[in-house]
């Protein structure tokens, strides 16, 4: 019997290779967006840009008959530069309202209760810096001097049109005087009636230079700053120099105070011969 032989040992089963693993691909770079243009910086002391290019005319609406108030408030904003911004209905609430609220403009009947609006006229030239575009029924009211002298820029009749009263507003808003032949008639008849020339004004005009006292001969007389550039050989911008220098000197607020001032001061005489 043959001796039984052990089995020849199983050789283990090697693994196979590992297979090399897959190098993911080089990633490539993201590509970066051209540089966009530097953000613009407002420069120092300016206001940061607002969501409308121009800010709005605030507008306050002062008479005592509320149609009329409803009226002239569906005018105005109607128009897109134009803001009505509150409303009263005596010269004492719109004195507050003014003061309240900071309008541009405040448009004031003259003809009403509780403060009348030569007073609250000068109440709110003396204690804001909004301006007064006086409201009448007939263009030959006792109060139209008194309202030019209270701070007043002008004078709209209360019958006038839609363009009108949207003119005036925008006119007497920017500093300009509205004053209409009939107005400006009325104020000489009222200064032919207080005699002579105020001394104490008269002194006033010492501190004007030549070419300021010629301006506001001018303006006194009804012209324009175009006008006045033209007739003098001067830009508009040199004009509107002198302007606000002889405002300035002179303390008053606008070209209607200064047309009265002119005459006042006996630089201009009532029925004299206008400037050339």
């Known amino acids: 019997m043959m001796p039984r032989t052990a089995p020849a040992e199983i050789q283990p089963r090697t693994a196979p290779p590992e297979a090399k693993p897959r190098t993911a691909p080089a990633e490539t770079p993201p590509r970066e967006a051209p540089p966009g243009p530097e953000p613009r910086t407002a420069p120092a002391g300016t206001r940061p840009p607002t969501a409308s290019a121009e800010a709005k005319l605030r507008v306050v609406l002062a ?3 509320e149609l009329f108030r409803a009226g002239f408030a569906a005018i105005l904003a109607a128009e897109t530069d134009i803001e009505v911004v509150g409303e009263a209905a005596d010269g004492a609430a719109a ?3 003014a003061v309240r609220l900071a309008p541009d403009l405040v448009l004031m009947d003259m ?4 403060l009348d609006g030569v007073a609250a006229t000068r109440q709110v030239c003396e204690r804001t810096t909004a301006r007064v575009l006086a409201l009448t029924m007939y263009d030959t009211d006792d109060y139209l001097y008194a309202a030019l002298r209270a701070g007043a820029g002008g004078f709209l009749l209360k019958d006038a049109r839609r363009a009108e009263l ?8 920017a500093g300009e005087a509205l004053l209409s032949p009939a107005v400006t008639r009325r104020v000489i008849g009222e200064l032919r009636r207080h005699g002579r020339p105020d001394p104490a004004a008269a002194a006033r005009l010492a501190a004007l230079t ?4 010629d301006v506001l001969r001018l303006v006194a007389a009804g012209r324009s700053n175009a006008e006045i550039a033209a007739a003098r050989r001067l830009s508009e911008h040199t004009v509107k120099t002198h302007m606000g220098n002889l405002l ?3 303390h008053l607020r606008d070209r209607a105070q200064a047309v009265v001032f002119a005459y006042e001061s006996g630089l201009v005489v009532p029925g004299g011969e206008p400037p050339g």
Do not use: I, S, Y
Not at 111 to 114: A, F, G, K, L
């Open 210 to 213: 030549a070419r300021e006292t």
């Open 95 to 97: 004195v507050r309202a």
């Open 63 to 65: 008479d005592d008959q």
């Open 111 to 114: 003809r009403m209760p509780v």
């Open 248 to 250: 300035a000197k002179l």
């Open 166 to 173: 949207v003119r005036a507003v925008r006119v007497v808003a």
